[in-house]
C-alpha cells in the first residue's frame, strides 16, 4: 500500500489544472480516492487513512480467512468444569474464604471423622419423600452434605456457602484461621454431644483431643499443684526457633514465677516464687500444631507475621514429651497449612494434604488442586519464601524427611495406629446423602447440556454472520458503475463485534466531512 501522503498528492494532483465549471464525476471520485483498490489482507497494520477501502483494522483477518468455530462464542467448553477421573474436588472461594477451604479439605481427608459424620442422624433429610425437599440446616448437616459432594460430585469444585453461612462467617473480611480452626471444632463437638451414639458424641475427642497440666511448684514449700486442660491444638512459639523438636521443647520448658508475676501458695497463704511447667498427658490420634506465626506487635499495636523458617520431619516422636514416657508414639505428617503473603491481615491460604489411601500428597487451593509428584510433599518456592525475603532465591537445604517453610501456621500428624486400623480406607456415603448428590450431579449435567446447546447455537449464528461479512467484502469497493455507499467503520465495528444490538446505519458524520 503506497504511504498516505503519495495517496493524498496523487487525489488533488488535477486540482491545479482543471476549472471549476470542468469537474467531472471522475474528479470527485479521485479526490476522494473511491477508485483505490481495497488493500490485501495482511498488507496493513491498522486501516489506511489514506485508503476509504481499507479496512483491515476492524478484524477483516478473522472473517474471511478460514472459520475457528471457537471465535463465535464467548462461552466456556462445559467440559472444563467437569471433574477428572481420579481427582479430587475442589471448593469455591466465596471471597476471603480460602481459609475457611483448607481446614474443609483437611478434615475431608480425615477418614475416620468423615466416616462418623456419616453416621449421624438426620432425621429431616430421611423423612423427606424427594430429595428436592431437603436442605441442610445444622453443622453437622451441612458437614454432612458437603463431604458427599467432595467425595462422588462430578463438578471440579463445589460451593460451601451453605456452612459458611450456617457458621456466620463474613465473607467479605479474612478471618483468624487460627481461631477458626478451634472454635469449629468445639462447636462441632457440641453438636455431635447432641447424638444418641455414644461414640459419635465422643469423635472430637478422641480425634483431636489431649490432655495436659500445667503444673506449678512453690519454691518456699515445695508443694505442687496441677491444673488439667484439655486442647485441640498445641501452640507453639516459634520465635528464635529453627526445628520444630525447638518448639515442643519450649512449649514444655519449666517458667520461673517470680517479682509481680509470684503464684499464690494455698499451703503457705501468700504469694511466693514459684516454677511452672505443662506435663502432657495424652496426645489424640489426629495432632494439630499451630505454629504461632501471627503474633501481637506492643510498638505498632497490631498483629504480625513472623516468616522465620521452620523445619519439621515427615514422621515425628513424640513419646519422649510425654509425662508417662512411651517408647512409641509416631505420628505421620498429613497435612501442612500455608499462609501466603507478608501481612497477618491478608494474603492466601492453601493446604498441603496427603490422602490417607494412597500416600498421594496433594495441593488444595480452592477451586485447583495440584497432585504432587512421586508420592512427595513439595511445598515449592512460592509458599516458602515471604515476599519480604528477596535476598534469598535459593530453597533452604533440610535433611532426608525434613521439610522447612517460612510460611506454614499448622501442621497436622496422624497417629500411626494398629495395621486394622490403618486399613479401613473406604468410607460409603450414606443413601440419602448420595441421592442428593445424584440430584446435584444430574443438575450438573443438564447445565453441561444447556451449555453444549448455547455454544452450538452461537458457532451456527457465528458461522452465517462469516459467510455474511464475506459477501459485504465482496461488493466494497463497488465496480462496473454501481453505486457506492459509504459505511462508517464505526458502525462496521460494532456489526462485526455483535455483541450488542446494532443500530441502523448513521452517515451524518460522512456526510458533514464531504458535503
Known amino acids: 500500500m503506497a504511504p498516505r501522503l503519495q495517496l493524498e498528492k496523487a487525489a488533488w494532483r488535477w486540482v491545479d489544472t482543471v476549472k471549476p465549471e470542468d469537474i467531472t464525476q471522475e474528479h470527485v471520485e479521485l479526490a476522494y480516492r473511491i477508485a483505490v483498490p481495497a488493500c490485501k489482507r495482511g498488507a496493513c497494520r491498522r486501516n489506511c487513512k489514506g485508503n476509504p477501502n481499507c479496512l483491515v483494522g476492524i478484524g477483516e483477518h478473522s472473517w474471511l480467512g478460514e472459520i475457528d468455530e471457537n471465535t463465535f462464542h464467548n462461552i466456556d467448553d462445559p467440559n472444563s468444569e467437569r471433574r477428572d477421573k481420579n481427582t479430587f474436588v475442589g471448593l469455591t472461594n466465596l471471597g476471603a474464604t480460602c481459609y475457611v477451604n483448607t481446614f474443609l479439605q483437611v478434615w475431608f481427608h480425615n477418614l475416620e471423622l468423615r466416616r462418623t459424620l456419616y453416621l449421624c442422624q438426620n432425621s429431616r433429610a430421611e423423612g423427606h419423600s424427594t430429595e428436592s425437599e431437603y436442605e441442610p440446616r445444622t453443622i453437622c448437616e451441612h458437614l454432612q452434605y458437603l463431604f458427599a459432594l467432595l467425595q462422588n460430585s462430578t463438578r471440579r469444585y463445589i460451593d460451601p456457602s451453605g456452612l459458611v453461612k450456617a457458621l456466620g462467617l463474613n465473607t467479605g473480611q479474612q478471618q ?83 517479682g509481680d508475676n509470684r503464684y499464690f501458695c494455698e499451703n503457705c497463704q501468700s504469694k511466693q516464687s514459684a516454677t511452672r511447667r505443662i506435663t502432657l498427658h495424652s496426645l489424640p490420634r489426629t495432632l494439630n500444631l ?100 528477596k535476598s534469598q532465591t535459593r530453597k533452604p537445604k533440610y535433611s532426608k524427611g525434613f521439610h522447612c517453610s517460612r510460611n506454614a501456621y499448622m501442621l497436622v500428624y496422624k497417629r500411626r495406629l494398629d495395621q486394622e486400623d490403618q486399613t479401613q480406607t473406604n468410607v460409603e456415603v450414606p443413601a440419602f446423602l448420595q441421592r442428593l448428590v445424584d440430584q446435584d450431579n444430574k443438575k450438573f449435567e443438564e447445565w453441561c447440556s444447556e451449555m453444549v446447546d448455547m455454544r452450538r447455537q452461537s458457532v451456527d449464528k457465528g458461522k452465517a454472520k462469516h459467510v455474511e461479512v464475506k459477501e459485504l467484502y465482496e461488493l466494497l469497493p463497488a465496480q462496473d458503475g454501481e453505486p457506492f455507499e459509504f459505511v462508517p467503520v464505526e458502525w462496521l465495528k460494532k456489526w462485526l463485534d455483535d455483541s450488542t444490538a446494532t443500530k441502523a446505519i448513521d452517515n451524518i458524520i460522512i456526510l458533514r466531512r464531504f458535503g
Not at 487460627?178 to 478422641?206: R, Y
Not at 491444673?227 to 491444638?233: C, I, K, N, T, V
Not at 506487635?297 to 504480625?304: A, C, N, T, V
Request: hydrophobic share 35%.
Open 290 to 389: 499451630q505454629l504461632m506465626r501471627f503474633v501481637f506487635d506492643r510498638q505498632s499495636g497490631h498483629k504480625k507475621k513472623l516468616n522465620n523458617l521452620i523445619s519439621f520431619p515427615e514422621i515425628l516422636e513424640m513419646g519422649s514429651f510425654l509425662e508417662a514416657k512411651e517408647e512409641k508414639c509416631t505420628y505421620d505428617l498429613s497435612a501442612v497449612l500455608i499462609h501466603r503473603g507478608v501481612s497477618a491481615y491478608s494474603g492466601h491460604y492453601i493446604a498441603h494434604v496427603r490422602d490417607s489411601r494412597t500416600n498421594d500428597w496433594y495441593k488444595f487451593n480452592d477451586e485447583e488442586i495440584e497432585k504432587m509428584e512421586g508420592k512427595k510433599l513439595q511445598l515449592g518456592l512460592e509458599e516458602d519464601i515471604a515476599e519480604t525475603v
Open 176 to 258: 483468624d484461621a487460627q481461631e477458626f480452626s478451634k472454635l469449629f471444632l468445639s462447636l462441632l463437638e457440641d453438636t455431635l454431644s447432641q447424638q444418641k451414639d455414644p461414640t459419635l458424641q465422643n469423635v472430637i475427642q478422641q480425634q483431636f483431643c489431649g490432655e495436659f497440666s500445667y503444673v506449678t511448684v512453690c519454691t518456699q514449700c515445695g508443694r505442687s499443684s496441677a491444673l488439667p486442660s484439655r486442647f485441640y491444638e498445641l501452640e507453639l512459639n516459634i520465635q528464635g526457633h529453627k526445628t520444630l523438636a525447638e518448639c515442643v521443647t519450649e512449649f514444655l520448658k519449666e517458667e520461673k514465677l517470680d
